[in-house]
């Protein structure tokens, strides 16, 4: 078939859901709620035969009662009635359909037979169809959320492809928690019409996706996966998460999508073949879109890290040199220079320990992370700020009733007037350099301002040195893979 034109998935003008209900605790009432929770730009219509209004909105009994043209159909009937909705779709012209429904392939030789006669149906007609047993899809600039679980992240500017409900929502919703936001997702589940290959083609060429993101557990169009990936990863980072490792992961994704698994050393070859960043799970699949998203691409592995607190020093260290990163040492320069502001007993390499001695000298921290940045063999830095306030809440729930006000007033105002200036200077370091600067902070999900600022800023925020030595080794993976390219 031809490809699809996916703006028209993407940026509906309208949408029916077909089999939308106000009955509690049924996908066709959340779906339906969802869709108009998000602040859908567009007309909703929600189909139903039985109902003449629906949470408010008018009901019709088929989309060929719709009176107006319908741009994308939502499909939430049982599995058995599917394929008359899809003929009625194609009667009435729809061009896109998402069928939510489950109930097909995923089920064995029954439920494959019951998928390919929808297809089929689906072929007589122009319609191209998302799923069967899928969540739904999200678009940010439609503000398009059409899922049977609430799933509306922030909006932004990564793109993401599922072969799982359940991934797409925790990634969504967990990165969106930190300020990262979603322009488009989909849950593709059983990918009977529309692959994944037919969304990355789409996410490579659409100028709103800056990062694309897939958990995948099975590829049903190798040759086709590969340039699309190829495709992608030309110009933007593209991070997969891979279900279906092992034995049993390969067994539970056939009865979960009818995906089949192939060898796993067979897709590592392939990521590295494509300049696909591979992670382990959807926690490590957002700290590294929140990398690929707000810092400079570096152009090599060496690393410098300076810190206040020397055993996390020593730990960022470790974790550097596990994932293959260098920690190159001082040059003469730079030690005569830290000779000059910091105490007689500061560690003298790389890492640099400022010690204890800067809380009398705040400076101090931000002269040797300006020192590090201008070693021109130091292509990033690792900060360790004292950003120590998010601690606080806990440690005053132990303080005396008393001593509250006089623990607030000295404590909590002295750390966050010293987080405040110290990260302000950071900021303005890593403007000046154009370096990649990764803090280490404490208690990150917690929330703090002081956080929050170095994000928006441009200065991601990781909890475990382990973290940022992770998420800076695939990023100096995909900055040689794009070198290579270009040799």
């Not at 293959?324 to 040492?329: A, R």
Request: with cysteine.
């Amino acid at each position: 078939m031809n490809a699809p034109n996916l703006d028209l998935l993407f940026n509906p003008k309208s949408v029916a859901v077909i089999g939308a209900s106000a009955s509690p605790g049924k996908i066709g009432t959340i779906t339906l709620l969802c869709t108009m929770a998000g602040g859908f730009k567009g007309k909703i219509y929600p189909i139903n035969p039985n109902e003449s209004e629906i949470l408010g909105l008018k009901a019709y009994s088929s989309v060929k009662d719709v009176p107006d043209r319908i741009g994308l159909a939502i499909i939430c009937v049982p599995a058995d009635t599917v394929l008359l909705a899809i003929r009625e779709c194609n009667e009435v012209g729809v061009k896109f359909g998402v069928v939510i429904s489950a109930g097909f392939g995923e089920l064995g030789e029954e439920g494959r037979k019951k998928q390919k006669e929808v297809i089929e149906e689906a072929r007589k007609g122009e319609i191209r169809l998302v799923g069967p047993n899928c969540m739904g899809i999200g678009s940010a600039a439609p503000k398009l959320y059409a899922t049977m679980n609430f799933t509306i992240p922030k909006a932004g500017d990564v793109s993401m492809i599922a072969q799982s409900a359940t991934i797409v929502t925790l990634t969504t919703l967990m990165a969106s928690s930190q300020g990262i936001g979603f322009n488009k997702y989909v849950s593709s589940g059983n990918e009977a019409d529309l692959h994944m290959e037919d969304f990355l083609e789409y996410y490579a060429d659409d100028p709103e996706t800056k990062v694309v993101a897939a958990y995948i557990e099975g590829v049903r169009e190798g040759r086709r996966f590969i340039d699309a990936s190829r495709e992608v990863t030309k110009n933007k980072p593209f991070v997969v998460l891979k279900g279906g490792k092992t034995a049993a992961g390969a067994a539970a994704a056939s009865s979960h999508t009818g995906a089949l698994s192939g060898a796993d050393m067979i897709f590592d070859a392939v990521c590295v073949q494509t300049g696909i960043m591979r992670v382990s799970d959807h926690l490590e699949m957002i700290d590294l879109v929140k990398a690929f998203l707000l810092l400079p691409r570096p152009v090599g592995r060496k690393v410098g890290i300076v810190s206040g607190q020397g055993g996390m020093g020593v730990l960022m260290a470790d974790a550097c040199v596990k994932y293959g990163l260098e920690i190159p040492k001082l040059t003469e320069g730079s030690i005569n220079e830290l000779n000059t502001f910091l105490p007689y007993f500061w560690s003298h390499r790389n890492p640099i320990d400022v010690t204890a001695g800067f809380m009398g000298d705040l400076s101090a921290l931000t002269k040797s992370l300006e020192v590090l940045l201008r070693q021109e063999d130091i292509h990033s830095v690792v900060c360790l700020p004292q950003v120590w306030s998010p601690l606080f809440s806990t440690i005053s729930a132990q303080i005396s009733d008393e001593m509250q006000d006089l623990f607030k007033s000295i404590s909590v105002e002295m750390m966050e007037w010293m987080e405040e200036t110290i990260i302000n200077d950071f900021i303005k370091l890593k403007n000046k350099y154009g370096k990649p600067v990764i803090a280490i902070g404490t208690f990150t999900q917690s929330g703090s301002k002081s956080n929050r600022l170095l994000e928006e800023n441009g200065i991601p925020v990781y909890e475990t040195p382990d973290q940022v030595a992770r998420v800076m080794s695939k990023m100096v993976e995909y900055a040689e893979y794009l070198r290579g390219k270009d040799i």
